[in-house]
């Protein structure tokens, strides 16, 4: 490691604490990945000094956030909801950065669900920020008992596996639910993940308070002619969960050129899909299932919960999605009117049980069409069937990779 | 553009639609209160209406494309117009994640040196930030080592794609939260610092991530997303100081709700001392929450680690295991040392075993599942084949535990039953 040590000698601490690097860059030259510089080089001080010293935080406004230091010291974090996908133009991005150093200390933290932080160390700046922003027209709130924000993947925007448009989805719900950023308080944190399929990388679907997933709903077709070019038959007959690809192969040579899915047990799990371009759906039969009731934190009687498939199917309707915004909608106002303060939907729905949920939102029981297991293995519904193709796939799986 | 000029079966894929619906989508998403991405889009160079083509044909409007960038083994992915969209010359999309500062903490001098880097090299978007945890900066293809070098020189790199050691990420822990057990920044600067091999040549079977959350809370969502995940955890009762207690309770804090509010029933006041029982304490924060800093973690902290995580895989949605209930860490200047315990295990031990056994694209979540969790333990990890045993038979008593989403196919006359019911359901609502 004597060239990371090398490297921190190299790195030189400015006034904005910014950490230039200096000497060859290139890549060619040095291909190894250049460390992130520590933190200590880039926080700016009155972070630094209160470093794990936090005692208090108390919301203001739905928008603003005030963490109290053991030290006095106070930090306000405004935070602004972004667009669909966290989106931004490079426009958006400086005046943002203007109105950073105007009212705040100059800092500007991204999350994960898709918001942006700016911090402030003044009470009075923190709500001036918050009414210039709204000014410019961004959307302000989702700390606290609201909507947090809608976070969704980037489908349409650049994938080549997406099944739906995410981003699309993220914006008709947003619109729908708008009221519940600042206006309307709701029981407690609400956050909602939107992925094109079933990858989820629009945020954890198993954990998430209410999940919009992508799904194929069908067998997928095989696109031979491209298949032949860019397909590797062996990789997608491994990547298959269920084993129901088998290689396609010339009879007089005995290559395999190509795949066959069978529908008899395929599970639509869109896995062959995302190894390889030359899987085709229908687009008339794609369509979307919502998941709710999902935690990761630790919290409440129950700790983590799974979601639950609570709507298998409802067919793709772009631009505006009306089918499922209003189910969406449908199962946040219920939560709402019916929860304990504190209650997160999973707390919720444990507390009175599925069949209630049901009645109360009035969605069909899905339970009546589907059947679930609750154990791991290739996402199957039945157990002795779920065996069965293990089995098969592992078969297959020794087969391909003796050839 | 002549069809049979086409790589694909045209048959199978829509046509490219006509313009004027194209617009009438887009249209559609700039209207409304919430903030709209195509309004961004517009604002920059990305070509827009083939995202409307995708909208309107409902099959996604991008394949699979190859940059050149030598030297550049990760955090670079590229896209070209889909043969189906006939738009010739195709058009390419690349794009690069950029590994971000701990914590996602941007001065506005470094992000205006993003703006700038993103507006010469690139569309002048940004996705700030995905997923992943790193900020996604579209360029131009041409301009990708200039870009590198770029990024390079204001401190930060291209990384975290393809089968390495993804962008590692950390809660804000200490920076900014009062839960925060240990100093989760720290402990992602270190992760890159003895792992930078595995972040920049793609080596194994499929990607590894290894996430930080700083309490049981876990803000993060790491046990569900990242194959190590460590979140920081005390052993026994938290730590009740009576004297911010009393302030607490003068403050008009309600005690009686405090010890309601516990599910399993741990708290218990006796008219002036508040007592926890550590032995019924589930770790689920509710009293920390409540009454901080009177109540804060216990005194005895320590790092739990758990194993295999995963959404997109093949044994679909899952959450982590438990691999090493407790790591001590004794002050927080020793979290290095606790790390290390773990890096021992996981560098040393089950990736290496991981890269010979697992399939490809099988992430250890899955190969932890069919190898058993038994096995797991002995082979990969390497345990005592008495503490294996011992630990499988063990009904976990740690608050984490797995089980998975099933995925299904429905026939159409499900589906047109299923759907026939949902609206005469939704009528109702009204």
């Not at chain 1, 630094?48 to 936090?54: E, H, I, S």
């Not at chain 1, 980037?154 to 989805?169: G, K, N, R």
């Not at chain 1, 899987?279 to 709710?292: E, F, Q, R, S």
Request: net charge positive.
């Amino acid at each position: 490691m004597g060239d990371a040590a090398d490297q921190r000698t190299r790195i030189r601490v400015v006034v904005h604490k910014l950490a230039f690097r200096s000497g060859d860059l290139t890549p060619v030259n040095h291909p190894e990945k250049l460390a992130p510089i520590p933190y200590t080089n880039y926080v700016p001080e009155t972070l630094l000094r209160n470093m794990g010293k936090w005692v208090k935080t108390e919301l203001i406004t739905p928008a603003i956030v005030k963490h109290v230091s053991e030290t006095g010291d106070e930090v306000y974090s405004v935070k602004v909801i972004g667009p669909p996908n966290s989106r931004f133009s490079a426009d958006t991005l400086e005046k943002l950065c203007d109105l950073a150093d105007m009212y705040g200390i100059g800092v500007i933290r991204p999350t994960p669900q898709g918001n942006v932080e700016i911090l402030t160390d003044d009470e009075e700046k923190a709500r001036k920020l918050e009414e210039e922003l709204r000014r410019n027209g961004f959307l302000v709130g989702g700390w606290g008992n609201h909507l947090w924000n809608i976070q969704p993947c980037t489908a349409y925007l650049t994938c080549t596996t997406a099944v739906i448009d995410a981003p699309s989805i993220a914006k008709a719900l947003g619109d729908a639910l708008v009221e519940y950023v600042y206006e309307k308080e709701t029981p407690a944190h609400l956050s909602i993940k939107v992925s094109g399929c079933p990858n989820a990388c629009g945020g954890a679907i198993d954990v998430a308070d209410v999940a919009v997933v992508g799904y194929p709903a069908q067998t997928p077709m095989v696109d031979d002619k491209w298949f032949s070019s860019i397909g590797s038959p062996l990789d997608v007959t491994a990547a298959c969960p269920v084993g129901a690809i088998t290689p396609k192969r010339d009879p007089s040579t005995g290559k395999a050129y190509g795949i066959v899915i069978r529908p008899e047990l395929c599970i639509a799990c869109g896995r062959c899909r995302d190894t390889v371009d030359a899987i085709v759906y229908d687009p008339k039969k794609t369509g979307v299932m919502v998941l709710v009731g999902g935690k990761a934190s630790n919290t409440g009687p129950n700790g983590q919960l799974m979601s639950r498939i609570v709507v298998p199917y409802i067919p793709s309707e772009p631009p505006r999605w009306p089918t499922l915004v209003k189910v969406v909608k449908r199962i946040v106002d219920v939560w709402v009117v019916n929860a304990n303060k504190g209650e997160r939907i999973g707390d919720w729905i444990s507390r009175i049980g599925w069949d209630k949920f049901f009645e109360l939102t009035g969605l069909p029981d899905v339970r009546k069409y589907l059947r679930f297991s609750e154990k791991p293995g290739p996402l199957y519904q039945p157990l002795y069937r779920r065996r069965l193709t293990e089995s098969y796939a592992y078969l297959f799986r020794e087969y391909a990779s003796k050839i | 553009m002549a069809s049979e000029e086409l790589p694909i079966d045209p048959s199978l894929w829509p046509e490219p639609p006509p313009k004027e619906k194209v617009e009438e989508y887009l249209a559609e998403l700039e209207k409304g209160p919430w903030p709209s991405h195509v309004t961004e889009l517009k604002k920059t160079k990305y070509p827009v209406y083939i995202y409307g083509m995708g909208l309107v044909a409902g099959v996604t409007p991008w394949a699979t494309s190859a940059a050149k960038a030598p030297g550049i083994y990760s955090g670079v992915l590229s896209r070209m117009s889909h043969p189906w969209t006939r738009i010739s010359p195709p058009i390419f999309e690349d794009h690069a994640r950029v590994l971000i500062p701990s914590a996602q903490v941007f001065t506005t001098t470094l992000l205006r040196f993003l703006i700038e880097a993103s507006r010469k090299y690139g569309w002048g978007l940004l996705q700030f930030i995905g997923g992943t945890g790193d900020v996604v900066l579209n360029v131009v293809r041409e301009k990708l080592i200039e870009l590198n070098v770029f990024l390079r020189r204001i401190g930060l790199d291209i990384g975290g794609s393809g089968d390495v050691m993804r962008n590692t990420v950390s809660c804000p822990g200490p920076l900014l939260c009062p839960y925060a057990v240990y100093d989760t920044l720290k402990a992602r600067d270190f992760t890159y610092s003895c792992l930078i091999d595995w972040a920049t040549y793609p080596q194994f079977p499929y990607k590894i991530k290894f996430k930080y959350s700083g309490c049981p809370i876990d803000c993060l969502k790491a046990q569900a997303r990242a194959d190590y995940v460590v979140i920081g955890t005390w052993r026994g009762a938290p730590d009740v100081d009576d004297e911010r207690l009393k302030q607490w309770i003068e403050e008009g804090g309600d005690v009686e709700e405090l010890v309601k509010s516990c599910p399993t029933g741990a708290i218990s006041w006796g008219g002036s001392k508040l007592s926890i029982d550590g032995s019924k304490c589930v770790k689920c924060m509710e009293c920390i929450r409540r009454a901080y800093p009177a109540i804060k973690p216990g005194k005895e902290r320590g790092l739990t680690v758990l194993v295999g995580g995963t959404i997109k895989s093949r044994n679909g949605p899952k959450l982590a295991k438990v691999l090493i209930p407790f790591i001590p860490l004794p002050s927080p200047d020793k979290l290095e040392e606790a790390l290390m315990t773990m890096f021992q295990i996981v560098r040393d031990r089950i990736v290496p075993k991981w890269d010979e056994e697992g399939w490809r694209r099988e992430r250890i979540g899955d190969t932890l599942i069919r190898v058993t969790w038994h096995r797991f333990l002995s082979d990969f990890a390497k345990f005592d084949p008495d503490l294996a045993s011992k630990i499988t038979k063990v009904k976990p008593t740690e608050p984490y535990y797995t089980y998975g989403i099933t995925f299904f196919n429905m026939s159409d006359e499900q589906k047109k039953k299923y759907l026939e019911d949902l609206n005469k359901a939704m009528e109702a609502w009204q």
